[in-house]
T-cell receptor, first 113, second 116 residues
Framework: AQTVTQSQPEMSVQEAETVTLSCTYD???????LFWYKQPPSRQMILVIR??????QNATENRFSVNFQKAAKSFSLKISDSQLGDAAMYFC??????????FGAGTILRVKS | GAVVSQHPSRVICKSGTSVKIECRSL??????MFWYRQFPKQSLMLMAT?????????EQGVEKDKFLINHASLTLSTLTVTSAHPEDSSFYIC????????????FGPGTRLTVL
């Protein structure tokens, strides 16, 4: 069975600093997708970034980037120049082509001003 | 990104009544939609996968007769909680799969159900 593990229940970062959220997953598949979703207090799930497993290049979206280590089955999210609006619950998720998302337990990110 | 709406955003009902929640993809067609349940400070738990024109696929442990899912069109899926009880109180979230270039799931804003 596919599993996604987020080992950090909570993280804190100072405004304008950089923070990295960890995620590991377990799969026997070679072709899959990985995602980071953000859930702010409004509880609206927002797609932050996605990574196709066949791509070696790490995905980036403005201040958000990932460190995808396929052999280690690791998919961490780096948030640079953290802003107050980044405070949220972050979920790492895994998907085999076409199938359902498997979510990690989530990491609460607090941003200090 | 694509937009998915949910209605209602909040509902309070009496025990024993049924509640219908709608999920709509507003700017794309979604042959597949998903229904999740989320408890406070916890992850999303997939309840069922809704496929347009066919029966929904339920996850293990989810009562299909209690949580009725209908996906009658390419833009609308509904979840009906039948004979609701206080233990059904939760936050319900839908998502819709956009099979376009990025093949990504987009989420609705969620519905908070409170059963008295």
């Amino acid at each position: 069975a596919q599993t996604v593990t987020q080992s950090q229940p909570e993280m804190s970062v100072q405004e304008a600093e950089t923070v990295t959220l960890s995620c590991t997953y377990d799969t026997s598949e070679s072709d899959y997708y990985l995602f980071w979703y953000k859930q702010p207090p409004s509880r609206q799930m927002i797609l932050v970034i996605r990574q196709e497993a066949y791509k070696q290049q790490n995905a980036t979206e403005n201040r958000f980037s990932v460190n995808f280590q396929k052999a280690a089955k690791s998919f961490s999210l780096k948030i640079s120049d953290s802003q107050l609006g980044d405070a949220a619950m972050y979920f790492c998720a895994y998907r085999i082509n076409g199938n359902k998302l498997v979510f990690g337990a989530g990491t609460i990110l607090r941003v200090k001003s | 990104g694509a937009v998915v709406s949910q209605h209602p955003s909040r509902v309070i009902c009496k025990s024993g009544t049924s509640v219908k929640i709608e999920c709509r993809s507003l700017d794309f067609q979604a042959t597949t939609m998903f229904w999740y349940r989320q408890f406070p400070k916890q992850s999303l738990m997939l309840m069922a996968t809704s496929n347009e024109g066919s029966k929904a696929t339920y996850e293990q442990g989810v009562e299909k007769d209690k949580f009725l899912i209908n996906h009658a069109s390419l833009t609308l899926s509904t979840l009906t909680v039948t004979s609701a009880h206080p233990e059904d109180s939760s936050f319900y979230i839908c998502s819709a799969r956009d099979r376009g270039l990025l093949d990504t799931q987009y989420f609705g804003p969620g519905t908070r159900l409170t059963v008295l």
